[in-house]
């Protein structure tokens, strides 16, 4: 008859391969998932441009809406300042750029009244199932044709 302490030992093994077993599983079922972390794998790029594009119509009329959780300490309510009441907002969907992480890059272009347009490179998160604008980076536009 095995003694207690093989028993326990013998016990002890069994569970800590098992253990090395569900890891690895757990491990290689983590690896072959898509990268979307958010967003659902079913969400393709073309998709998630149009979601995009659709939250950042309303930055005109609700630009305050679009704002990230991580951003709006920054922004302390400023948002109006940025896109000024009457703004026409267009967003090239084609720019859209995800990171793999759930959010991503497009080019906005902001025309305030009366004034020329202004391009940025907005970085969106998708939060709660919303896209929200993270931050904004000037972007130079090219020159008109013609002009030197």
């Known amino acids: 008859m095995a003694k207690p302490r093989t028993l326990v030992l013998a016990a002890a093994g069994v569970v800590v391969v098992g253990a090395v077993v569900l890891v690895g599983a757990l491990a290689l079922a983590q690896h072959r998932r898509p990268k979307t972390m958010g967003v659902p794998a079913t969400a393709t790029a073309p998709t998630q441009a149009q979601q995009v594009a659709q939250a950042l119509a309303s930055l005109s009329t609700h630009p305050q809406s679009l704002v990230a959780s991580g951003a ?77």
């Open 72 to 148: 709006a300490g920054q922004v302390d309510g400023q948002a109006r300042r940025a896109v000024p009441a009457g703004s026409k907002v267009a967003v090239d969907e084609k720019s859209w750029a995800p990171d793999g992480l759930g959010g991503g890059t497009i080019l906005v272009t902001v025309t305030p009244p009366g004034e020329p347009p202004h391009a940025y490179a907005a970085v969106m998160v998708l939060e709660r199932g919303q896209w929200k604008v993270l931050a904004t980076f000037a972007v130079a536009t090219a020159p008109a044709a013609g002009s030197p």
